[in-house]
Structure formats: C-alpha cells, structure tokens
C-alpha cells in the first residue's frame, strides 16, 4: 500500500513529471489524430475506388473488344456455379476520344474517355447514378435530356425561318398538294460529362461556401458536346454531336475529369462495334466469394485473350501505396512518444538523485529492494496512464472536431488547409479505429515504463547506510 501512496505523492508534488504528462499526451494525441485521418482517407479511398469499379471485371486487351458479349453474358448467367454468385452484370465499352466544345466563341478540344453504358444496367453494378447530379436520374438514369435542356438546345440552335415560295392556286376539280411534313428540331442524344469537365473551381470558394456555389458551370444542360474517335474495324475517324444532359461528380479527379458517359448502342453504331464492348463488369452477391468466382472465370476465359481481374486488382498500387505511407507515418510519429521515454528517464534519474536518503530511510524501516524498485517502476506506469488517457481524450476531442477546426484555420490563416481540389474528398474524413487507439495506449504506457527501469533498479541497489549517509 505505501508503494501506491508514495507513487500518487510524487505525482502529484514533483511539477517536473509534468512535462513528461505533457510529452506523452501530445504523442498519444498526434498519433490517434493522424491514425485516424489516415484510415478515413483509406476507408474513404477504398469505398470511392470499390464504388466506381465493379467487384469484377472481364476485360479484353483487344481494341476491337469482347466479341458476342451478349452470348458470353448469358453463358456466364446460365453456369450453376456463377449464376448463384453473380447479382448483376453490365456490358461496357471504353474508348479514348476528342471532345470539342465552344464557349463564347472559342473551341476548346480535350482528350476524355468514353464509357458507353446501359444506364439502367450499370446502376445496378452501382458507382453511377449515385453520382449523377441530377436528383431525377438518381433514382431513374438515363441519357435523356430534360425539357429545360431541350428547350435549351433548341435554343441555341435557333434559325430564322427561310421564306418558301407561295403555292400556286388551287385549280377547281384538281387534287389539292398534301400538306408539308411538321418541322421536328433535331436534337441529339444525351452525355454526362465529368464534372470537372463541365466546370471549374470558383476561385472565390471558402471551406464555408454552399457546395452549389463551390463550381461554376461552363458547359450547361442542352449544349452541344463534339465527340471524335475512330472506327473499331476500319479506323476511319467518326466523329458524333451530343447534347449535355448530367454530370457525374464522384469526387475522384481522375474521373471527373477524363471521363463521360454516353449510351452503349450509340457509341457501338459509331463505332462499328454491334453487339461487342471492352469490358464485362460484374457485381457479386457477396465479395468474399470472389476468388472462387475468379478461378471458374479465369478458367472459362483464359489469358492472353481476356484478362479477369477483381478491383483491388486493378487498384492494387494505390492502395499498397496508402498502407505503407500510413506505417511509415507512424513509425516516425511513434518517435514522439520515445522523446517523452527519455524525458522520463531524465526526470526519473534526477528524482532518484534526491530522494536518496528517503529511499535510504524506507530501506531502514524494512522495504525491500523489489519494493524499492516498484515504487518508480509505479511511477512510471502512473506517468504513462495519465499521459495516455489525457492524449487519447484529446486526440478523440480532435478527431471529432476536426472539420471545424479546419475550417477555423482556414479562417485565420485566409489560407485553405484542406484544398478540395488537390484531394478526392470535399470533408476531411476520419476513422476511429478502438484497436488503434488501444495499440498507442499500450506502447505509450510501455516506454514510460522502460524508461523508468533503469532509474528504478538503480534506486533498488542503493546500500541503506550509504544512503542515509548521503548528502
């Protein structure tokens, strides 16, 4: 019991352990801040890249694509094992293209993807029509224009009427001329641009400006849209007119701003490719099936004429890159609480120093050298509980807060912290990981007590009377 005593007394009388509280609080608070930023950022990265990558993929190195996609399709449905894993497939077709639009008069060209779809199909694979922004295609994809857009196109491409010659009189007894055909307005089909495509930053933007405020648009719905790319089987450059009808905004530059959608059928008439795509996209009833389902794939289309891939295949570099960029970041900010290991050390060794013909008395009243020993090693212990529960309550705090806190920086600084425009998410995301924050504890309360050992056995060997006689 007087162990317990003394170690609470020097906790709470001897106000130089208290950088060591501090030391070890800042360490445990950065690590659980910057652990679970990092693990939002790679939950958040995995959910936005497993989002817009279906859990499989059959794709065909060939630029002509996957010939009778239907009939494989079908012949994949019809297995009896795949048939009771598979929830959803869709066709897709991915070529590299020329877009050309005018805005005030200028031409503007870019290099996109075309991702030709079934709209309905691929909303069920998903990674789609959640994206879209039109609240109305959310729930009912399509690339049909809205009668806004419509009206619009129509617009735009307004004529004045050309003034036709008056008909010549009716003679009585002749049969009158048939009425000439109603005048129907072309308008083209629809495509759904990446948003940052269509749009740009507003320079003005603030963390606390309204989300529909934060871009403004160049390219509207109803506006022309030139697509230009080249013959599957002949490589005769076509070129096709759409009219914008949506915007897909996934918050991944990568696609936002290369990518457009545009109707599967269309794009395959352009191209000379009916009935073929570049790609099977599959959605799984459940993804811990999926190396079972890649083997049968695999076998029913070998390599090098298809490649079966799932999509942390296909996203594998970016996602080891995370991993190990995380466990470096906390080796290196592990170090923090190693500094405050040898502040207590410092502190624990200069104690011992002066408390020499204390620990001389309590060796003469009957304390052992273990007991003698426990009682820094107590210490210690308390120093790294304390420091440790005071940093993960204010790492958490932290974690909780950390939007406004930004945006209170951003603030004060008049300088974006977190540049919505460099990273894939509008809010800084976080995920609290107990195992994580139990870890921290655990190695903050370790080296608080490694620190103390030596200082603590070298309190154990002192001789009583040497002790005593210690001035």
């Not at 019991?1 to 009388?13: N, S």
């Not at 457009?260 to 959605?283: C, H």
């Amino acid at each position: 019991m007087y162990k317990l005593l003394l170690c609470w007394r020097y906790l709470l009388t001897r106000y130089l352990a208290l950088a060591s509280i501090i030391s070890v609080m800042l360490g445990v608070a950065t690590l659980i801040v910057v652990n679970s930023v990092m693990a939002g950022f790679s939950t958040k990265l995995k959910e936005r890249l497993h989002g817009l990558i279906s859990d499989m993929v059959i794709e065909s190195p060939n630029m002509e694509g996957i010939p009778e996609i239907q009939a494989k399709i079908e012949r994949i449905r019809n297995d009896e094992f795949l048939g009771s894993k598979i929830e959803a497939m869709d066709p897709t077709l991915e070529v590299l293209a020329l877009m050309q639009y005018r805005i005030q008069g200028e031409t503007f060209t870019k290099y996109v993807k075309v991702v030709a779809v079934d709209p309905t199909q691929r909303s069920k694979i998903g990674g789609f029509a959640e994206h879209l922004l039109n609240p109305e295609n959310r729930l009912h994809p399509s690339f049909n224009l809205t009668p806004e857009a419509q009206e619009r196109y129509i617009y735009n491409h307004w004529e004045p009427p050309i003034l036709q010659p008056s008909p010549p009189p009716h003679v009585p007894g002749e049969k009158p001329p048939p009425d000439p055909p109603p005048s129907v307005p072309f308008v083209p089909r629809g495509i759904i641009l990446g948003n940052a495509l269509a749009s740009y930053r507003n320079p003005n933007a603030t963390p606390v400006t309204p989300k529909e405020e934060r871009d403004v648009y160049v390219l509207k719905p109803g506006d022309d849209i030139w697509i230009m790319t080249v013959s599957g089987q002949k490589l005769s450059p076509v070129v096709a007119r759409f009219a914008v009808c949506d915007y897909f905004k996934s918050e991944m530059s990568e696609y936002d701003a290369n990518y457009v959608f545009a109707p599967i059928d269309y794009v395959q008439q352009l191209r000379t490719m009916e009935n073929r795509g570049t790609s099977i996209q599959i959605k799984l009833n459940d993804y811990r099936d999926a190396p079972e389902v890649k083997a049968k794939l695999k076998a029913m289309f070998p390599e090098p004429l298809y490649y079966v891939s799932t999509w942390e295949d296909k996203q594998g570099p970016l996602l080891g890159a995370i991993a190990v960029e995380r466990g470096l970041l906390n080796v290196l900010l592990f170090l923090i609480i190693c500094v405050a290991g040898f502040g207590i050390l410092a502190i624990f060794a200069m104690i011992v120093s002066e408390k020499t013909r204390d620990i001389g008395i309590l060796k003469a009243l009957g304390a052992s050298n273990g007991g003698v020993m426990k009682i820094f090693l107590g210490y210690g212990v308390l120093l790294g509980i304390v420091g440790a529960g005071l940093g993960t309550i204010l790492g958490l705090v932290i974690t909780w807060n950390i939007n406004d806190i930004e945006i209170w920086l951003s603030k004060l600084t008049g300088h974006e912290v977190f540049p919505r425009d460099i990273y894939y998410f509008s809010t800084i995301p976080t995920d609290i990981q107990p195992m994580s924050v139990l870890l921290v504890n655990l190695g903050a309360v370790g080296i608080a007590v490694l620190a103390s050992i030596f200082p603590a056995m070298r309190a154990a060997m002192l001789h009583p009377v040497r002790a005593l006689r210690y001035e």
